[in-house]
């Protein structure tokens, strides 16, 4: 990242001007993500001035945009966690000396009626990447131009431009942190809201939206959370964007949270890629109008669905069904992958598939006994291996099948 945004980023920040008469979005959208992703910024990690400055520079774009401050505290909703080194840490009210003070930044349109639609993206990215970084070098700050300062573009370019619109729901944008830790912004603000959450009609999630591939397409998670999200989806679609639907309301993102307080959510995303938990994930691979072409489809889907009826709440299968692992293979699954089996996007160092001699872009087919047709029947088959178990692992690369002989 250019050093000049250091000095750049406090005029950024804290500016009032008016925005021009000749708006770019696209120009919009790269500044925010040049300054959410800024080295000065150190990564944006929860509990760090970084993080604060990331919340100032959305607090200060939602004021251009004439949105109405709605935390505890202005725009502003602190958090505390008292043991964030505990993964089952929960995030509370009370405030102290050796844990980690968070922030979620909300605001509001005011439009006439009682309902409301939530919008919302996480801030806050690794800091220098010291928790759940999957780089192996020295020490460096983790950008996270993708994750997720890309979400918090869609956000902002959403607030300014339905800001505009006669609209009859309360839009509600909600910048979440502590999303990294374990989500703890989102699960605070559904157990302490700043709204009442039986009005909201359903919750939208950015995580990850910056680098759109139109041959892999866009995945839509969620969509079995409304009986109505896959006419709408469709619906709206008028770039004909190829859509990887998954209907799970549970993932790791913060629509979770949201889900779990029987709320529709969909949460898209442009996928995985080598960059991801890296330092990397950098400014110049990001596709600015990618973003704009998802942040218009829910553009195009919250007017929509504007004067229709609150939307029904469908429960989809619970993730505690899902299969619990004490191995792993060593690979970055590619979740835009819809075709038969489980394609890897990228192998990790010194982990049973690189050292076998699985690569990237091979799918799996088959481990062990188990035939893998997708994601689910792959994490179910790896399930029931412990470490230092052997097996075989079948791969179809390039239409020739292969066979690699594995020890955990």
Request: with cysteine; aromatic share 8%; charged share 25%.
């Amino acid at each position: 990242m250019k050093k000049y945004l250091s000095f750049l980023l406090p005029i950024l920040m804290f500016t009032n001007c008016e925005q021009s008469e000749t708006f770019d979005p696209i120009k919009q959208i790269e500044q925010d993500i040049e300054v959410l992703a800024s080295d000065s910024l150190s990564g944006r990690e929860v509990g760090t001035p970084g993080e604060k400055m990331a919340a100032d520079y959305i607090v200060a774009e939602m004021e251009k945009a004439q949105i109405t401050p709605l935390g505890t505290d202005g725009f502003y909703q602190s958090f505390f966690v008292s043991d964030p080194d505990n993964p089952h840490a929960q995030p509370s009210e009370e405030s102290g000396s050796d844990g980690i003070t968070g922030y979620n930044v909300i605001g509001k349109i005011d439009n006439p009626g009682d309902e409301m639609v939530v919008i919302g993206a996480h801030y806050d990215h690794l800091g220098m990447g010291d928790f759940s970084s999957l780089h192996r070098g020295e020490r460096a700050i983790h950008n996270g131009a993708d994750d997720n300062a890309s979400g918090v573009a869609a956000m902002l370019h959403l607030a300014r431009v339905l800001s505009k619109k006669e609209l009859n729901r309360d839009i509600v944008f909600i910048g979440m942190s502590g999303e990294e830790k374990g989500l703890w912004g989102s699960n605070y603000f559904t157990k302490n809201p700043t709204i009442d959450l039986s009005k909201v009609n359903f919750m939208i999630n950015m995580d990850m939206v910056g680098r759109l591939d139109l041959d892999k397409g866009l995945a839509v998670n969620g969509t079995g959370t409304s009986p109505i999200w896959n006419w709408l989806l469709d619906e709206v679609n008028s770039d004909s964007l190829k859509l990887i639907k998954s209907e799970s309301g549970v993932g790791p993102s913060d629509h979770t949270s949201f889900y779990l307080q029987d709320i529709p959510v969909l949460h898209f995303f442009t996928g995985q890629h080598e960059d991801y938990h890296k330092p990397g994930d950098d400014v110049e691979k990001i596709n600015n109008n990618g973003i704009l072409t998802i942040a218009s489809i829910i553009e195009r889907m919250v007017i929509l669905m504007d004067d229709d009826e609150k939307i029904a709440f469908s429960k989809t299968k619970d993730q505690s069904d899902n299969p619990r692992f004490t191995v792993t293979l060593g690979v970055v699954p590619d979740y835009m992958f819809d075709g038969e089996g489980m394609r890897i996007d990228g192998v990790s160092e010194d982990k049973p598939a690189i050292k076998a001699g699985i690569a990237k872009g091979d799918i799996v087919i088959q481990l062990g006994d188990s035939t893998v047709t997708d994601m689910m029947s792959y994490m179910r088959a790896l399930s029931t291996f412990e470490k230092g178990d052997e097996t075989v692992v079948v791969v179809d690369r390039n239409g020739e099948r292969l066979d690699f002989k594995i020890e955990f």
